[in-house]
């Protein structure tokens, strides 16, 4: 079975902290995602890589960086932790399939809910 | 990057068909059609994709008009653990990037 984890499924930081979410997949698929879920807003993109050391923007980008060192790792950074960043962050991984066309299939992780005081 | 629109809710009655719509106008003649769900406490997970064909799998089935400009997830016989956000999803960005977009979501309520 296709695994993705993610480092932490509950998460409570200060305001200020320097904050690291990990996500691991073990089915060696090149693409890797962050999104945040918030109630009314649905899941919104905050990055995404398509190889190593690759990185874009997503939707909502801002106050966020990534790192992505190695193909079965992609860390999302939060640099300096504000309130408005409590969320639901779910990590996801997809192959880069040609037969699937653009898009392919995304696995997910559980979750992190990150608490921000 | 195309848009997908559904219906925010919808009900079924325990082990009746259910149809969930989805319309992509605009989406492009290369773009997939995805569908996740997302059960409650969990992240989301694969449904089924599609180009032009209905496709089936072992979750459901997906009808795709001719014209590409709306499809419909077939749950064939609706259970209480279908109970869940469903998301229609067309591709975002060039190339085989494999960014998706997700939009608001139907959410499907089963009475047993």
């Known amino acids: 079975d296709v695994k993705v984890t993610q480092s932490s499924r509950y998460l409570v930081k200060r305001t200020g902290e320097k904050v690291f979410l990990e996500c691991v997949q073990d089915?060696?698929?090149?693409?890797m995602f962050w999104y945040r879920q918030d109630p009314g807003l649905g899941l919104r993109l905050i990055y995404f890589?398509?190889?190593?050391?690759?990185?874009e923007k997503g939707d909502i980008p801002e106050g966020y960086s990534v790192s992505r060192e190695k193909k079965e790792r992609f860390s999302l950074i939060l640099e300096s932790a504000s309130t408005n960043q409590t969320s639901m962050y779910l990590c996801?991984?997809?192959?880069?399939?040609?037969?699937?066309?653009?898009?392919?299939?995304?696995?997910f992780g559980p979750g992190t809910r990150l608490t921000v005081t | 990057d195309a848009k997908t629109t559904q219906p925010n809710s919808m009900e079924s009655n325990e082990e009746e068909p259910v149809h969930l719509p989805c319309n992509h106008s605009?989406?492009?003649?290369?773009?997939?059609i995805h569908w996740y769900r997302q059960l409650p406490s969990q992240g989301p997970e694969y449904v089924i994709h599609g180009l032009t064909s209905n496709v089936n799998n072992r979750m459901a089935s997906l009808a795709i008009a001719e014209d590409r400009k709306s499809s419909t997830l077939i749950l064939h016989r609706a259970t209480l653990r279908d109970a869940a956000v469903y998301y229609c999803l067309s591709p975002g960005g060039s190339g085989n990037t494999g960014k998706l977009i997700f939009g608001q979501g139907t959410t499907l309520q089963v009475k047993p």
């Open positions: 996801a991984s997809s192959p880069r399939d040609s037969r699937q066309g653009p898009g392919g299939e995304q696995y």
């Open positions: 605009t989406i492009s003649g290369t773009d997939y």
């Open positions: 890589s398509y190889d190593v050391k690759m990185k």
């Open positions: 089915m060696d698929h090149e693409n």
